[in-house]
């Protein structure tokens, strides 16, 4: 197997061989959503603050599980870089 084969097979396929791009969502990645819907339902303050947080925090629990135990480079790049986006919001905005 050639070195560009080999890596294109570790970016974008599992232990199987079979490519996973997406998944079915995970608890993390469901609680993201819900807690963002509802978030999106209330008006400023407390409450819709403390959601966007929860929400946030559950994004970041999935980007995590995805850098360290996504099943090929893809996921675990692009969990990485679901968490530099989180920490960049944070300084930024």
Known sequence: MTKLKYLLHKTFKDKEGHIVIAQYPNLPLFGWIL?????????KGHDKTAFQDLATASLFTWAYLEISKGVN????????????????SYFMG
């Open 35 to 43: 807690l963002e819907l509802v978030s999106l339902t209330l008006r």
């Open 73 to 88: 480079y893809y996921r675990r790049i692009f969990g990485l870089v679901v968490i530099v986006v989180i920490i960049l």
